[in-house]
Nanobody, 125 residues
Framework: HVQLVESGGGTVQAGGTLRLSCVVSGYAYGISNYCMGWFRQPPGNERAAGARISRDGDMTYADDVKGRFTISIDNTKNTLYLQMENLKPEDSAMYYC??????????????????WGQGTQVTVS
């Protein structure tokens, strides 16, 4: 049974930093063998892509987070991270981690991901 559990959300002032974590369990292999992603859903809006890391370690970012967010993996801890810097009020959202067997599309596509966490709230004031 695959589970993804996010943590690290909270309230931060504009310009601040947060690091989100997503602990993954239930996969037969370490999470570096899968395609992992971060999505976010602002209040009243649809869920949108944030960042993705492929099995080859290739990282893809949405334009609105590029240069400020960094996705990474610690395979020894089966944990996915999202380092967020220079946060803006428009970054306020519920953040979700997601997993799939393989990154297929050139862009970050929500429908490609079959496993999801419950989310962690980030509020930037």
């Amino acid at each position: 049974h695959v589970q993804l559990v996010e943590s690290g959300g909270g309230t931060v002032q504009a310009g601040g930093t947060l690091r989100l974590s997503c602990v993954v369990s239930g996969y037969a292999y370490g999470i570096s063998n899968y395609c992992m992603g971060w999505f976010r859903q602002p209040p009243g809006n649809e869920r949108a892509a944030g960042a993705r890391i492929s099995r080859d370690g290739d990282m893809t970012y949405a334009d609105d987070v590029k240069g400020r967010f960094t996705i990474s993996i610690d395979n020894t801890k089966n944990t996915l991270y999202l380092q967020m810097e220079n946060l803006k009020p428009e970054d306020s959202a519920m953040y979700y981690c997601a997993a799939t067997v393989k990154c297929v599309a050139a862009n970050i596509v929500e429908g490609d991901f079959g496993r999801w966490g419950q989310g962690t709230q980030v509020t930037v004031s």
